[in-house]
């Protein structure tokens, strides 16, 4: 049986593997010169350090099951350094307070008045039988629950934002408790954070296309669906151009943009693996050049700045966002010198998680043909885990419809 998937991102990528376990005969078309979709290694440049910059640091949590599994089936599961969360927050004066899922934890969390500790424990607990009402933000419930704007912005901010690309104040509330309670209050090891080791695009879209060998067809975008010899078909692309090829209206989904600075400064400024800054354009700052094993020429220091769910940073020009991001770090971790810097923007990082938003699922008009990607109703935020589990189920869905192997 002929299979085609279109789009060569996690979905597209964890759909083929399983079509190809199943027996089926596939073809996966990309339409970048790289497999691997949102998950990128920027093409190098001269004078880029090593290893060359990603499109945006990544992170996984302990609860991406079939994202680590993903990892182990195409042979990158040991790319991956998983540790119990423990994140080092870093207040205007540099002052430093750890996010942990423990009571002790929370009752230490120095960035917040004893009061607003003291409720955490109780608004946690509180979360695992919360119920959301209609159109309202995550930032709504919390508030319903006794929490503040202070403990939104010092608190509920620094892990809701980077986990769902919106501010706790935009974000759906259903989607707010999804997160809560999968990552802080399901198992422990749950909340592991799971930060790659190598450059993305090396352990994801190379690895899986050394799997799929000529499998792959590379800088080859489809333009309709009657164009391909399938008899069955994945399509695993954004949802304006998946709406185009599956002739259906555009969903309009809201997209939500990631900005990520690199730089490179002369000296070491910053003595963790990863901070997140409250108070800055500079959500969260990683050490790159530790995290990849790879030291930073001449005793200096590789990072690379995140700043998640900011379309008002889309417009700043790339000398000032980068002038503006270094200023940030060095008044708060030390004076140091830049001498190198690269910037990637990524204005449809995810889509835009607000209440109310109607993701579509697998099944499309067509038969035989299946719907994936990290955007679609899968019961995950936009993430690597939710592309990961569309693929396969969206490849599980076209098996149970059509054999992989025709019988002789
Ligand atoms: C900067 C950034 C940081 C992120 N950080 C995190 C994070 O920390 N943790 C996390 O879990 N997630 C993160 N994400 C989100 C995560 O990367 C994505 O949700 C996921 O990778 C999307 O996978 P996908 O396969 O659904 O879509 P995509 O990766 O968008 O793949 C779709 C593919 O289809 C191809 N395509 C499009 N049209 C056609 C066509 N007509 N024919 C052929 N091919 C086509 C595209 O080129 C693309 O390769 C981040 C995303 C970005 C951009």
Redesign the pocket.
């Known amino acids: 049986m002929k299979m085609a998937v279109?789009?060569?991102?996690?979905?597209?990528?964890a759909a083929a593997l399983d079509l190809v376990d199943a027996g089926a005969d596939v073809t996966v078309?990309?339409?970048?010169p790289t497999?691997?979709?949102?998950?990128q290694t920027l093409p190098e440049r001269e004078g880029d350090p090593q290893p060359p910059p990603d499109?945006?640091?990544?992170?996984?949590l302990g609860c991406?099951t079939e994202?680590l599994r993903f990892l182990d089936r195409i042979g990158e599961g040991g790319s991956v350094l998983r540790k119990r969360l423990a994140l080092p927050v870093l207040d205007e004066q540099a002052r430093r307070s750890d996010i942990s899922p423990s009571l002790s934890a929370l009752l230490r969390y120095g960035h917040l008045p004893v009061r607003e500790r003291l409720r955490l424990p109780l608004t946690l607990m509180r979360l695992r039988s919360a119920r959301s009402q209609p159109e309202e933000t995550f930032g709504d419930l919390l508030r319903r629950l006794g929490e503040t704007d202070t403990s939104i912005t010092a608190f509920w901010d620094v892990f809701i934002r980077?986990a769902l690309?919106l501010r706790t104040d935009e974000v759906d509330s259903e989607a707010g408790l999804f997160t809560v309670r999968t990552a802080l209050l399901g198992p422990r090891a749950n909340s592991d954070l799971v930060l790659p080791l190598k450059p993305l695009g090396w352990m994801h879209g190379d690895a899986a296309g050394r799997m799929l060998g000529d499998r792959v067809r590379l800088d080859?975008?489809?333009?309709s669906l009657d164009d391909l010899d399938a008899d069955a078909v994945v399509v695993?692309?954004?949802p304006a151009?998946s709406a185009r090829?599956l002739g259906e209206p555009d969903p309009e989904l809201e997209s939500s943009p990631?900005v990520?600075v690199h730089l490179l400064f002369d000296r070491p400024i910053l003595n963790v693996p990863v901070a997140g800054l409250l108070g800055s354009d500079a959500h969260w700052v990683f050490d790159r050049g530790a995290l990849t094993g790879h030291a930073a020429p001449d005793g200096g220091q590789y990072l690379t700045v995140?700043a998640?769910g900011v379309p008002e940073l889309m417009d700043v020009r790339g000398r000032e966002l980068v002038d503006r991001m270094a200023a940030q770090l060095t008044e708060r971790l030390g004076a140091a010198e830049l001498v190198w810097s690269r910037v990637?923007r990524?204005p449809?990082?995810?889509i835009a998680l607000r209440p109310g938003m109607v993701r579509p699922g697998v099944e499309t008009r067509r038969p035989n043909v299946v719907r994936?990607?990290?955007?679609t109703d899968t019961g995950w935020p936009?993430?690597?885990?939710?592309?990961v589990r569309?693929?396969r189920a969206a490849a599980q869905h076209l098996l149970s419809k059509v054999p992989a192997k025709v019988s002789v």
């Open positions: 279109v789009g060569g991102g996690l979905a597209g990528l078309h990309e339409s970048r497999l691997g979709g949102a998950v499109n945006g640091q990544h992170i996984g991406f994202y980077p690309n080859e975008r489809i333009e695993a692309v954004p151009e090829l990631i990520s995140v998640s990637s990524e449809y990082a995810t994936a990607g990290a955007w936009a993430t690597m885990e939710s592309a569309s693929g």
